[in-house]
């Protein structure tokens, strides 16, 4: 079975940084598709950015600049760099397989990491 666990997330200030990874396992990364979504409460989940299986990437035009996504094919991971947050990111963010590439629909998620930002 696919399993993805999220962890990182955190509670940070306007302009501060994280780094979100995602342990994958029953799913080859270096072979694969990945990426992650955020949803805050009362609205939308939306795509944030994908990577495939050659390492090329995607990112929304909401995040461009600013995250940035990766992957490590030994460690079998997924990393997301969040960089010059803003508040209007704080939302839980998912790790998801199946994802070449924006608007691809995911066949797996993760439960998910909290991130919050303050002003």
């Known amino acids: 079975q696919v399993q993805l666990v999220e962890s990182g997330g955190g509670s940070v200030q306007a302009g501060g940084s994280l780094r979100l990874s995602c342990a994958v396992s029953?799913?080859?990364?270096?072979?694969?598709?990945l990426g992650w979504f955020r949803q805050a409460p009362g609205k939308e989940r939306e795509g944030v950015a994908t990577?495939?299986?050659?390492?090329?990437?995607t990112h929304a035009d909401s995040v461009k600049g600013r995250f940035t996504i990766s992957k490590d094919n030994a460690e079998n991971s997924l990393y997301l760099q969040l960089n010059s947050l803003k508040p209007e990111d704080t939302a839980m963010y998912y790790c998801?397989?199946?994802?070449?590439?924006?608007?691809?629909?995911?066949?797996?998620w993760g439960q998910g990491t909290q991130v919050t930002v303050s002003s």
């Open positions: 998801v397989a199946d994802t070449c590439a924006m608007g691809w629909v995911p066949s797996y």
């Open positions: 029953g799913y080859t990364v270096s072979r694969r598709c």
């Open positions: 990577i495939d299986n050659y390492g090329r990437t």
